[in-house]
């Protein structure tokens, strides 16, 4: 017999660069700020529901749609932090994580052919599921240093056969939170081309002062924006993978219709858990935000020091520095490197791009770490020899 080989559909899509790295942090005995995912969990009384529900029978299928009460949980937030009003039976549908959302929202909604507008750097699922959706990306650049949207490339990415804008802020991995000026001129676009933004929004508590407008708020918005989030990022519980898309009922019917197909329906006991996250514990995620910041500015100022320069972000768990002042022409081969100088893991950005040449330079940092472990990774790179070469 012929050798099996991948589908088509998923040809020149690598393995995640997090495998490679994180393996190199294991073998070197690295500090990893590799990967997004944070040390701590989250609320204990939000665990203890879990293991209540898990003891408590909660432990067969529920609903493909989504348990009520965490269904109901979702539209309460959307009330209470941005004045959206959802019906939770129609417009909210429970996904497994946000990368769940993004699957079923793709697979549920892109026709072979139809293109999609998307920030660059991507959240790297997005390349892969409009790619096995049959679509086409059509990249804008969020460009260093400052990482704005520029308004003009926008503009010219959209062409007759766009249907999707697919939105990511605060923006994983430059760390830019969209401006309402910058919202209001994609939302502009959205309308005048008759656009569907779908907005993935899973770091919308995680800002450092600069406020999280959701793109549904804007006038004309809330009928044409599918809007993605998750309790992993703002609840510390990244393994859970208890996310949910809201919007109109015809575009969260098209995810439910994908989703069925995937996993038909996600972690039963989980859910009653991040329904009482939501509802009992509105403030947790802002505590999060507050001391993220510390460790944002611990990072950048520590990196700044050994001539690692970068704009401190805005939002998420990310900050990236340029490594060009240290005479490194490519940030590949500085984070390869890394490990066995410095002791320390870090993502080259450029695998987040189509054109690898606009962030050839650059490096993404994760500080969703215990202090002490951000200390140490900025000391072993301040004793490390990082000339080039
Ligand atoms: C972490 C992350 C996700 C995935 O969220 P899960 O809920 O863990 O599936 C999606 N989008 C972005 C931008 C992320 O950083």
Wanted: aromatic share 6%.
């Amino acid at each position: 017999m012929t050798t099996p080989r991948t589908a088509a559909r998923l040809d020149g899509i690598p393995p995640t660069i997090f495998s490679t790295m994180s393996a190199l942090a294991v073998r070197t005995g690295a500090v990893n700020l590799g990967q997004g995912f944070p040390d701590e969990d989250g609320p204990p009384e939000v665990i203890a529901a879990a293991v209540r529900a898990l003891q408590s029978g909660a432990n067969q299928y529920a609903p493909g749609i989504g348990t009520p009460a965490l269904r109901q949980a979702v539209a309460r937030h959307q009330q209470r932090h941005y004045g959206l009003q959802l019906d939770p039976d129609s417009q909210v549908v429970v996904t497994t994580g946000c990368t769940e959302g993004i699957a079923s929202a793709l697979l549920g909604l892109v026709d072979p052919g139809d293109e999609v507008v998307v920030l660059e750097p991507y959240y790297d699922s997005y390349v892969a599921m409009i790619q096995m959706a049959g679509g086409v990306r059509r990249p804008v650049t969020l460009r260093a240093p400052d990482f704005r949207l520029d308004l003009d490339e926008l503009r010219a990415a959209v062409t007759s056969r766009t249907r999707f804008v697919l939105l990511n802020s605060p923006h994983n991995p430059t760390g830019t939170v969209l401006t309402r000026a910058e919202l209001e001129a994609v939302a502009e676009l959205a309308v005048d081309r008759d656009l569907v933004v779908i907005t993935d929004e899973v770091y919308e508590h995680l800002t450092f002062g600069t406020d999280h407008v959701p793109m549904a708020t804007l006038p004309g918005m809330a009928e044409r924006t599918l809007t993605l989030s998750s309790a992993g990022k703002s609840y510390s519980f990244t393994g859970w993978k208890v996310g949910w898309a809201t919007g109109p009922a015809s575009l969260v019917g098209a995810v439910l219709a994908a989703k069925q197909w995937l996993t038909f329906t996600s972690g039963a006991p989980l859910q009653p858990a991040v329904a009482a996250a939501l509802d009992e514990h509105p403030d947790f995620p802002t505590t999060l935000a507050a001391e993220l910041r510390e460790k944002r500015d611990l990072l950048c100022d520590g990196l700044e020091k050994i001539g690692l320069r970068g704009r401190p972000p805005e939002g998420t768990y990310f900050a990236t520095s340029d490594i060009t002042d240290l005479g490194w022409p490519d940030a590949m081969a500085f984070c390869l490197a890394l490990p066995e100088r410095a002791g320390v893991v870090g993502i080259p950005t450029q695998v987040f791009y189509d054109d690898p040449d606009a962030g050839r330079q650059l490096v993404r940092w994760a500080f969703c770490k215990r202090r002490e472990v951000i200390e140490e990774a900025v000391s072993r790179l301040g004793a490390a020899d990082l000339s080039y070469g």
